[in-house]
């Protein structure tokens, strides 16, 4: 059979984007992301230039993936999806200014006032949720000003509703409409 050379180039191009697709596919099957206590995810990954990436549709881009940016995009869908928060009112990496510092907290969810209502903290799964990782979201709410702060590994949850004197903890993370009636 006889091709003529443009066609040829074409169909050579699309099978080597098959044959990369096949050998990506393979790589992907062999790739072991941690199981969390959350309800499963079905992301979008990829590999590109040797790191893998996880598409990200709160921020409707490409990220790297690392273990916390695993165990971040897990527990947002966890909350969609498991619990009913709403997907439009979640910010991720939003950013706070800190005495003249610029950091970003992993998540911020907001009231319909588009006032913050909660600050997320997400943790690679090895790491404890200890009470750093509390200051570290208390100092995100200096500015803020959320009445929850939901700190997360993907294996423990601790709640924290921090409007009132004295802060209250939860073991578990409440669902929304629960979330909203708590005074």
């Not at 990369?20 to 199981?35: D, G, V």
């Not at 990496?93 to 209502?117: C, S």
């Not at 200890?130 to 294996?155: D, H, P, S």
Request: glycine fraction near 4%; charge should be positive; charged fraction near 25%.
């Amino acid at each position: 059979m006889i091709f003529h050379e443009k066609n040829y180039f074409c169909i050579h191009a699309v099978a080597c984007k098959i044959n990369e697709f096949i050998s990506n596919a393979r790589y992907f099957m062999s790739y072991q992301l941690p199981i969390l206590n959350l309800i499963p995810l079905q992301p979008l990954i990829r590999l590109k230039s040797s790191a893998h990436e996880i598409f990200d549709p709160y921020r409707r881009k490409w990220v790297r993936l690392t273990p916390e940016e695993w165990v971040r995009q897990s527990f947002l869908n966890h909350l969609v999806e498991a619990l009913g928060y709403p997907k439009g009112r979640t910010g991720v990496e939003f950013q706070v200014r800190y005495n003249a510092l610029v950091r970003r907290t992993d998540a911020v969810v907001f009231d319909e006032n588009g006032k913050p209502l909660i600050i997320i903290e997400c943790k690679a799964h090895t790491v404890e949720i200890n009470e750093n990782v509390f200051y570290q979201a208390c100092m995100y709410n200096r500015e803020l000003q959320a009445k929850w702060l939901f700190l997360t590994n993907g294996i423990t949850h601790i709640a924290a509703d921090i409007s009132g004197e004295t802060v209250r903890f939860f073991e578990e993370v409440p669902a929304f409409k629960k979330l909203k009636n708590e005074k």
